[in-house]
């Protein structure tokens, strides 16, 4: 079974910086790209980022390029999301999922709040 946990949301002000974690299971990790979701308030899923199996490639969403950083550790079967100089719209539930280049997968955790807020 696939499980994929998310953890380090949180509040910050406008500005600051969040580093969310993602703990995955039930698959041969490095074998899948995996990427980050997030969805706001009232909208849909928006795809943010994404990294190939082996940690080479990373691609983003325009919205935060420059500022957010995808990263894995394949020997702790683990995945982060940097984010830095974060801003108001920036606030959603993020999820991390199991494949997803450029588009938003279905297999997706249960996610974890980051809200951006003075």
């Known amino acids: 079974e696939v499980q994929l946990v998310e953890s380090g949301g949180g509040l910050v002000q406008p500005g600051g910086s969040l580093t969310l974690s993602c703990a995955a299971s039930?698959?041969?990790?490095?074998?899948?790209?995996m990427s980050w979701v997030r969805q706001a308030p009232g909208k849909g899923p928006e795809w943010v980022s994404a990294?190939?199996?082996?940690?080479?490639?990373?691609t983003y969403a325009d919205s935060v390029r420059g500022r957010f950083t995808i990263s894995r550790d394949n020997a702790k079967n683990t995945r982060y999301l940097q984010m830095n100089s974060l801003r108001p719209k920036a606030t959603a539930e993020y999820y991390c999922?199991?494949?997803?280049?450029?588009?938003?997968?279905?297999?997706r955790g249960r996610g974890t709040q980051v809200t951006v807020s003075s």
């Open positions: 039930g698959f041969t990790f490095s074998k899948y790209a």
């Open positions: 999922a199991k494949g997803g280049w450029r588009q938003v997968a279905a297999e």
């Open positions: 990294i190939n199996g082996d940690g080479t490639s990373t």
